[in-house]
């Protein structure tokens, strides 16, 4: 359960790979049905966290975008888009990931909510129409909806789930190109690890790029070995870690909805 200081009508909640019925590799609350495993069994998983939170969960087929999906209670599942938003409860904003960071949105009155799927690409805005990334974009599009009640960015409160830490994501150049060619500041994010690479703390990317639109209430994720899903194995799924050696591997949820009774 996220650790935040927000509204109390406001509930979140991230999976971990603990507590499902699926067998390895996706042992065994995997809930991505794209992964190889058996459907009944992520069908089971995905009525089971259901069942958890209380709402329903709806999932979207993610594609490392920034398109922005409005959700309500009549929103199917399996639509294309990497962020969700809602300010509607009866049902839960829902992202998967297994290395890529979960990242929870809401406002200090909790009069919305959204759910973000930042990988690297994602973050970056890299091939994104306007090359506009998903943490940008899904924040314009809760402003923009509330912007009847004067909302600013300084009013949103933003949680960093598990992702792979700065210990093991190792990437090319072309990655801190993408991100230090905007902002010089990103370069504190890059180690050079070895030739050519470096290892990349995707969490502070995402601080950096969320204080650059004005959010300065950030939780969650500190880049933190505890934080970390490539070398956390016994609680999380990691898809550099796992899909190499083992064929595949599951995905993890994060969700949060609003519960006004």
Request: a negative charge; hydrophobic letters at 45%; glycine letters at 10%.
């Amino acid at each position: 359960m996220p650790d935040w200081p927000v509204a109390s009508h406001v509930k979140a909640f991230f999976s971990t790979r603990q507590g499902g019925v699926s067998l390895a590799p996706w042992d065994s609350m995997n809930l991505g049905d794209h992964v190889g495993d058996q459907r009944a069994h992520v069908a089971s998983n995905r009525a089971l966290l259901g069942q958890t939170i209380g709402v329903r969960p709806v999932f979207m087929q993610q594609v490392h975008g920034n398109d922005v999906l409005e959700i309500d209670p009549q929103t199917p599942q399996g639509l294309t888009a990497d962020a969700c938003w809602t300010a509607q409860s009866g049902m839960a904003c829902t992202i998967m990931v297994a290395d890529c960071l979960p990242v929870l949105f809401t406002d200090l009155q909790g009069t919305w909510v959204a759910a973000a799927h930042a990988g690297w690409r994602g973050l970056a805005g890299q091939g994104c129409p306007g090359e506009q990334g998903v943490l940008e974009a899904t924040l314009a599009h809760g402003l923009c909806k509330a912007s009847s009640a004067g909302l600013v960015a300084a009013e949103v409160q933003v949680w960093l789930g598990p992702c792979i830490g700065p210990q093991a994501f190792e990437v090319g150049p072309e990655v801190r190109a993408a991100f230090c060619s905007v902002d010089p500041a990103a370069e504190q994010a890059f180690v050079p690890h070895q030739a050519k690479t470096y290892l990349a703390d995707l969490a502070l990317l995402a601080r950096l790029r969320l204080q650059r639109a004005g959010v300065t209430a950030i939780y969650g994720n500190d880049s933190t070995p505890a934080w970390c899903t490539h070398t956390q194995a016994s609680q999380f799924f990691s898809h550099r870690r796992d899909a190499a050696l083992l064929g595949s591997t599951g995905r993890m949820a994060a969700c949060i909805w609003l519960d006004r009774g």
